[in-house]
Every structure is written in C-alpha cells, then in structure tokens.
C-alpha cells in the first residue's frame, strides 16, 4: 500500500491494529473513562475529524455500561491553530457542536492520535471560550511521543514508539469505510 | 480552496470556490452562537473598511464578522476622511497600504474602483459594492440563505423583481444562480431594465428570462428576491408615482399567493416599504429578509478566513 498525501507519499511500514483490536480498544477506553468519572454524567467532545466517531461509539458503550447517555459534541480547532501563517494548505473549517451549559461539568476531549500536542492545546483555547468546566480530560487511540507541550492524555488506548517521519493513519468505518491503525512512512 | 487574494466579483468565482465560501460560511455561523462570540484565528491583522457609499448593513456586518475573528478594524468613511479634501482613490489606498493594513472592504460608487486597488496594493481587497456593477458578499449571503432553506442551488425557479438597470446586487446574484443551474426571471419596468441585460451575462445565458410581467415573473417561483428602489441613483423620471410602481411592480400578498407554496421572499435591504414591498410580506411568514443579515456575518468571516487565514 502507497499513495500520495498531499505533496507526501506514504509507504506502510505495518499495521498497528486491526478492526478487531481498535473497536476492543475503544470498548477499554469507555470503561476506564467511566470507572474514573465514578459514574459522574461526562460530556464527550470529539476533535474534528476522527475525534468524532470516536466520540460517538465511546458514548454508545458508556450508554450500555452505565444505563445513562452521556452528551456528545464536536470541536474544530482549526479556528485556534497557531500554525495558520505557516501551513501549506488551508485546512477546511468543519462543524462546531458544543452541548449548551457545559459550566461545572466534566467534559472528556477525544482525539485519534496524540503526537506534538498543539491540537489540544488549541482545543483547550477552544473550550475555555465555552465556559468553566469542572475537568477537562483526555482520550487518545495512540499516543506517539513527541510531545511539543507539556500535554498528556488521561486515557490512552495504546502506546508506542514512532520515528519523526512516520505517520499514524487511524481509519473508522464512518469517515474512510473501514476500521484499522495503520503506521506509514513517508517516502 | 480559495487560491486568490482578492474577491471582487462572482463572475470569475468557480462553482467550487463559492461552494468552499458557503461550506465554510456553514461551519463559521455557529461562533455566533457562543457565550464568548469571538475566535482568534484572525489576530494581528488589520482590516480597513474603506466606505465612499452610505451604508449601514454591509459596514456593520464586515465589522462585525472581522471583530468575531480577532482583527482589529478601522472604518473610513468619506465624510470624516481625506477625500473630502481632494485626495484621489489611489493616494488614498497607497497611504492605507503604507500603514501595513492586510485587508481593504471597499465600496465605492464607480463601477471597477475595487479592480484599480487590487492592482496598486499589497492590501487583500475585497469588493463591497461598485457602482452598478457587482456585491458578491451580497449574492454569496443570498445563496447561502437559499441553500439553508432550500437544500440546493440547482432546479430552482428565481425571480429577481426592480430596479434592475442600478442594482449590483441583481448582478452578482444573476452571475451566482445561473453558474448553479438556476431560472432567474428578471422582471422590471422597461425604463428600469438594463437595454441589453442578457448580453452582459455571456454564460449560461439559457437560465436568464426577462419580463415586464410581474404576474409571469412569481408565477411558480421557489425564491422571490425584491430589489429596493434607488431613489437616490435616479437624476430623472423613472415611473409616475411609487404608488402606481408598487401597483404594478410591489409584492402584496395576492402575488405571493401565485409562487409555490413554499417560496422565501428576500430583500437585501433597505426597505422602501410600500413601495416595492407591502409591509405585511416584508414581515411575513415567508419573509426570510432577517435571515439574510445573519448569513451576513458568517459569510464574511468565511471570506475573511479564506482570503487573510493562511
């Protein structure tokens, strides 16, 4: 498998999960953020893109698990990068949807891939022009290292090690048609 | 996306492009929404609304849209401003551009005068009304309040009703729908009807329909878009009297009556009530003439962000 990215080329190097293990990991993912939030009601807040799938199965599990459905949202945080002077392709504003009267709540952001850490900290920027919430949390797929800022995630799925030029692909059935983690390299 | 630094017009917008502006007008409306009704995407720069034509919506609106992105805004507006004493539009824009301004919103009264600016600055500029030629925010809002209430831009039946011979805003609009596919019946006074309208536009020209009717113009129609009387454009006699315009030319509820059951009535303001619309369709419920100021400001902001935000 290759193909272009954009102006980059990817080769796969190997598949990290496959549609198995990614909907198992996820099912994790959901039970730790509810035994964590000791059966506290959690906003879950998926960063666009894949974030918000993600956001959408964890709440389906916590609904079965806790018999209450938690509130789901979606956050664009390209409105709050610090890299928009910089990027060679303007990237496509997509939809906002953040629950009315978050205030005082416990509000877990969900992200595929946690890698420099400036999407977060632009989704914290986000989040604190929606008002005071009583935590804000995070849920990442795969944390890669290479963190940037001082950032780190509350639930992780998996962990691992990557080189700089590799690229985490995360693909969910509802936006790429299948489900798998992929580990490419840029060529 | 929006590979160009200045927006002047619809007519050398792609159906891509305009689709880009209205998709992200889509996603940008909701910061609107918010307890804090402000993003910082646009920080640091600053943006010139530079205004030789009374106006109050599309001053506002540009203003608001360029605060709700964090630029800082500076409103020029001829009385207050060095034109009064003479100096050209040139100097003026040079000296603009001299002080490191990333975007001029220029309205001018001479049709071409964006165009001229565009050539001499470094400044983003973007066209917020020429003379009689064209008011793409205008359209670009028009299309995005059709397309909300509609769910499309092709297959649809639009009637474009008055002062056509001085209306940018029937310009841009007819550049706009016909790229989609849509019927514009354009319907006016002989004495308001531009002598060869249907040459100006050289594309699509099959989507474009004239009539002195108003019975055949609303006839059916999905969309009803009255245009308001320029009064202040007009140096001789156009019609005898407003009443007997609004007899022949105004929308009242029988005409209404005659469009689809569903039609949206829009203006793009400001109003000459009882003129060229009856007060009780200006605030009816097929009215969408509110509606259309709120897609103003996400509008902008879209076009602000895909011209400065990268």
């Given at each position: 498998m290759s193909y272009n990215f954009g102006a980059m080329s990817l080769k796969l190097s190997?598949?990290?999960?496959?549609a198995e293990e990614l909907r198992t990991t996820l099912n994790h993912m959901a039970d730790d953020i509810l035994k964590a939030n000791d059966g506290r009601p959690v906003v879950l807040l998926g960063v666009q893109r894949r974030g918000v799938p993600m956001a959408r199965r964890l709440a389906i599990r916590i609904t079965e698990k806790a018999q209450r459905e938690p509130q789901i949202g979606s956050l664009d945080i390209n409105l709050y990068r610090d890299d928009l002077t910089r990027v060679a392709f303007q990237p496509v504003v997509r939809k906002t949807d953040v629950p009315p009267n978050i205030d005082d709540r416990d509000v877990i952001l969900v992200d595929d891939v946690l890698y420099t850490g400036r999407t977060i900290r632009a989704a914290l920027d986000a989040l604190c022009d929606f008002g005071r919430m009583r935590t804000i949390q995070l849920a990442v797929l795969i944390d890669r290292g290479h963190r940037e800022l001082p950032i780190e995630a509350n639930f992780v799925g998996k962990k691992i090690a990557t080189k700089d030029n590799e690229v985490v692909e995360v693909k969910l059935t509802e936006i790429d048609g299948e489900d798998g983690i992929y580990v490419m390299e840029k060529i | 996306m929006l590979n160009r630094k200045h927006l002047l017009g619809i007519e050398d917008l792609s159906r891509d492009e305009i689709l880009e502006i209205l998709d992200t007008a889509d996603s940008l409306q909701e910061v609107s929404t918010r307890p804090i009704k402000k993003v910082p995407t646009l920080r640091g720069k600053t943006i010139i609304n530079l205004f030789f034509e009374a106006s109050t919506r599309t001053r506002t609106s540009f203003e608001i849209a360029a605060k709700r992105l964090s630029a800082d805004v500076v409103n020029v507006s001829q009385s207050t401003s060095s034109v009064s004493k003479g100096e050209t539009l040139i100097d003026t824009a040079k000296t603009l551009d001299a002080m490191a301004a990333d975007c001029v919103v220029i309205r001018h009264f001479a049709s071409g005068a964006p165009h001229t600016l565009a050539k001499l600055t470094k400044a983003s500029i973007i066209n917020a009304g020429d003379g009689a030629h064209e008011h793409p925010t205008q359209a670009l809002l028009d299309a995005f309040t059709i397309r909300q209430r509609k769910g499309r831009l092709n297959d649809l039946r639009v009637a474009i009703i008055g002062d056509i011979a001085h209306s940018r805003v029937a310009r841009s609009n007819l550049h706009l729908l016909t790229k989609f596919g849509a019927h514009v019946w354009l319907c006016s006074t002989p004495t308001l009807m531009p002598a060869s309208v249907e040459k100006i536009i050289c594309e699509n020209r099959q989507f474009i329909h004239l009539t002195n009717s108003m019975e055949e113009a609303v006839h059916g129609a999905d969309v009803i878009m009255m245009l308001r009387i320029q009064f202040e454009r007009?140096?001789?006699?156009?019609?005898?009297t407003e009443r007997e315009y609004f007899r022949y030319f105004g929308l009242d509820r029988e005409r209404v009556e005659q469009a689809k059951p569903d039609v949206i009535i829009m203006h793009p303001g400001p109003m000459n009530r009882g003129v060229e619309i009856a007060t009780d369709v200006a605030d009816g419920?097929?009215?969408v003439i509110l509606d259309q100021v709120s897609a103003g400001v996400g509008v902008r902001m879209a076009i602000l962000y895909l011209l400065l935000g990268a």
């Open positions: 190997y598949q990290l999960m496959t | 007009m140096n001789e006699s156009f019609f005898p419920p097929y009215s």
